[in-house]
């Protein structure tokens, strides 16, 4: 079962324009969430995280909104720059399990069009 | 460069072989993690270390693989009788045990073919 769902495999957004990556968990114990940027043949790199306790952090051109209700956290990317374009991944942990073993999603392409 | 460092960065292997990848991580940082990722997919948690010590294993860590961390400074992950469904990529990450204000830092990974 996927706890952590991406349902967007892929997204298109002009230069300058809002990028608007989703992600829907099903597990509540989650209480931690990360976002991580991987281009081809590297590593996924970390890009912004937010705990259950805040529903939005920003850091630059990224927002990261958290609605634990909904159980749904988005990662907003403005303006969308070329050098954005990679797979996105939204991971998640919780506190309990001591290890912060995080469990991934299946990504998102994101491709920033010129 | 003080990143995560894994070697190879590619392995061919025929089916049935053993192979041993190898992971360094950040100098400061005492836990490390073995990760999977297959096409399509996102990473899967294996197994991860603090210093020396394995604490923790996933369902998905056959008895054909088997982890170390001798002195809590680099780490080894063994598959042995490789199998053509153990083609993937695999990830080692690192960080501070504090963990909520240290995310993984993931290296570039080690890809295994199995033919």
């Known amino acids: 079962d996927q706890q952590v769902k991406q349902n967007s495999p892929s997204l298109s957004v002009q230069e300058g324009r809002i990028s608007i990556l989703n992600c829907d968990y099903t597990n509540s114990m989650f209480d931690y969430f990360l976002w991580y940027k991987k281009y081809p043949a590297e590593g996924p790199t970390f890009l912004i995280s937010i705990s259950s306790i805040k529903d939005k952090n920003e850091d630059g051109r990224f927002t990261v909104f958290l609605n634990k209700s909904a159980k749904h956290l988005s990662l907003h990317i403005v303006p969308s720059q070329p050098g954005d374009s990679a797979v996105y991944f939204c991971?998640?942990?919780?506190?309990?399990?001591?290890?912060?073993?995080?469990?991934f999603g299946k990504g998102t392409k994101l491709s920033v069009i010129p | 460069d003080t990143g995560v460092s894994q070697d190879p960065r590619h392995k061919i292997t025929k089916r049935g072989q053993n192979v041993t990848f190898r992971c360094d991580p950040i100098?400061?940082?005492?836990?490390l993690y073995w990760y999977r990722q297959t096409l399509g997919q996102g990473p899967e948690f294996l197994t991860y270390f603090q210093n020396e010590a394995q604490l923790e294993k996933s369902r998905l860590l056959s008895d054909r693989f088997s982890a170390e961390r001798p002195k809590g400074s680099f780490s080894t992950l063994e598959i042995q009788r490789t199998e053509q469904g153990d083609s993937a990529m695999y990830l080692c990450?690192?960080?501070?045990?504090?963990?909520?204000?240290?995310?993984?830092?993931f290296g570039n990974g080690t890809r295994l073919t199995v033919t």
């Open positions: 100098s400061e940082h005492n836990r």
């Open positions: 990450a690192s960080s501070l045990v504090s963990g909520r204000d240290s995310p993984l830092h």
């Open positions: 991971a998640a942990s919780f506190s309990g399990a001591g290890s912060y073993q995080l469990t």
